[in-house]
């Protein structure tokens, strides 16, 4: 399953890159990218992982989530 998680305000490819670090932490997490020009992380999981732990772990590195969403199609 992807996901897309929306952030506030991801300022340089190096935020993006230690949120997207993190979340490679989480059991079920497979892949995480961060794209800090869209302020969103795309994140591919198990299905055990929810919501509620992607956004815990991006909020405890200092960042406001806005929305985690399932990801649709090949774009955001």
């Not at 929306?6 to 490679?24: F, H, S």
């Not at 992380?41 to 956004?55: A, C, G, I, K, N």
Request: net charge positive; charged share 35%.
């Amino acid at each position: 399953m992807k996901k897309i998680i929306r952030v506030e305000d991801l300022c340089c490819k190096r935020c993006a890159v230690r949120a997207a670090n993190k979340l490679t932490l989480l059991d079920g997490v497979l892949a995480a990218k961060g794209d800090y020009r869209k302020n969103v992380l795309l994140v591919s999981v198990t299905s055990d992982v929810t919501d509620d732990m992607l956004r815990t772990a991006v909020e405890k590195e200092g960042f406001v989530v806005l929305a985690v969403e399932e990801r649709k199609g090949l774009f955001y």
